[in-house]
């Protein structure tokens, strides 16, 4: 409803020129990050405030119209994440993830915002301890957009390019589930321990169910058509999966995971299927990595556009990214120290929050109340604040540090 109105309300030419602008706009930060390591995150968050909030170049009715479709962007941006991050989650074979010292930082890197923003927003905003939970498990990810593409430039090894892969993919995962639990427990009122469990084992079980049948089955299904470039449809069956299960209130999230997990294991679980077509999965990364800059983009654009600009949000927002840093310093310094001391300072530098962030507190955003709205409002600014760090950190510990390794990444 809200895209046909969008539709009416502003004329085609300019819906037009203004997504073509958004493009342009997104192939070039990505350029920009290449040569000065300014993160795109904060270009293309720039140009949604300057179409919102500080140039208000859009008005107001347009962007009430795009407030609208918060749920819609978000959740296709969802879908992405989750099923980009389960592809990789390997049985076996050459391609099984290694670096597995990256889950721990990963679990980490969620555990400990998730302890200590509870008491930090009591005492600075007076929040219940829950909501304050909530916000640290968003804040939990680094982003997989900016830390991956910044360290393929440097000359480091391979167990450490694999440690981050894993650090930034299971960050999202842990933080994503961790927040529809939570948010499963904010919304589900009074319950009893029993119907509790109950409840919540039965918004697993059937998630895990669809998502293992939509795997399979799509599987045989490409194996009987053996189309090679069929990435697409593949998305279009997750989003189509995404619907059923949130349809049947249970873990959305989670049967995206399960399906991508099965997708990403194609060639082992073809084996004993029998199967021999594997989906043509090289033939589809062109359109993959298109489709995910798409995304990306226009998200960001999105977030500027919608977000407000506050005094208040924005000192709220330096004490958080204070006490990340500090974090991230005593994390690194901490769980990695028998780890190689050449990649400690770049560890700690590569703490910028992405997509996942922008998703979540979107997501809270949509459902609506004082302190959801609140979240929303903090986490835009932490992308900001978050990526300056990253930007300032990683450019002073990749020249300043000797990284460099005569490996080659696997």
């Known amino acids: 409803m809200a895209l046909v109105l969008l539709q009416t309300v502003i004329p085609v030419d300019l819906l037009l020129m203004v997504i073509s602008l958004i493009i342009i706009v997104g192939f070039l930060s990505e350029a920009i990050f290449r040569r000065t390591r300014i993160p795109e995150v904060l270009i293309l968050m720039f ?26 962007f978000g959740t296709i941006a969802l879908v992405m994440i989750m099923f980009n ?12 993830l290694r670096g597995s010292w990256g889950i721990v930082l990963a679990f980490a890197d969620f555990a400990i915002p998730a302890a200590i923003m509870p008491f930090v927003m009591y005492y600075l905003l007076g929040w219940p301890l829950i909501y304050g939970a909530l916000l640290g498990i968003i804040l939990g990810e680094t982003s997989t957009i900016m830390v991956l593409p910044f360290i393929r430039k440097l000359r480091i090894s391979p167990e450490f390019y694999n440690m981050e892969v894993n650090e ?6 842990f933080s994503i589930l961790a927040f529809y639990f939570l948010l499963l427990v904010i919304q589900g009122g009074t319950f009893t321990v029993s119907s509790y469990v109950q409840y919540a084992l039965s918004y697993i079980s059937i998630a895990v169910f669809i998502g293992l049948i939509g795997g399979f089955g799509w599987l045989l299904v490409r194996n009987i058509i053996k189309a090679a470039r ?3 449809a593949t998305i279009s069956i ?19 995971l399960i399906f991508a997990i099965i997708i990403g294991n194609a060639k082992v679980l073809n ?18 990595n298109g489709l995910e800059f798409l995304v990306k983009t226009f998200f960001f654009v999105f977030i500027g556009i919608i977000t407000i600009l506050s005094i208040n949000y924005f000192i709220y927002g330096l004490i958080i990214v204070a006490i990340l840093i500090v974090t991230r310093y005593g994390q690194v310094f901490g769980l990695y120290r028998n780890g190689d001391r050449r990649y400690r300072g770049l560890l700690f530098s590569l703490l910028p929050r992405g997509l996942a962030v922008a998703v979540l507190s979107s997501t809270l955003y949509s459902i609506g109340g004082v302190y959801n709205t609140e979240i929303f409002y903090i986490c835009s600014i932490m992308l900001i604040l978050t990526n300056i760090a990253f930007a300032i950190l990683a450019s002073r510990s990749a020249s300043t540090r000797d990284i460099r390794s005569s490996d080659k990444r696997g």
Do not use: C, W
């Open 168 to 173: 930034t993919t299971f960050n999202s995962v």
């Open 85 to 96: 991050s389960g592809k990789i989650m390997k049985f076996s074979g050459k391609k099984k």
């Open 238 to 256: 997750a989003i189509l999966i995404y619907g059923i299960v949130d349809l049947l209130s249970a873990s959305a999230v989670v049967s995206v």
């Open 271 to 288: 084996r004993y299927l029998n199967l021999r077509h594997d989906g043509g999965r090289e033939e589809s990364k062109e359109i993959e």
């Open 47 to 72: 140009i949604g405030l300057l179409l919102g909030p500080i140039g208000s170049l859009m008005p107001q009715n347009y962007i009430s119209l795009l407030r609208e479709m918060t749920p819609l």
């Open 230 to 232: 069929n990435y697409l």
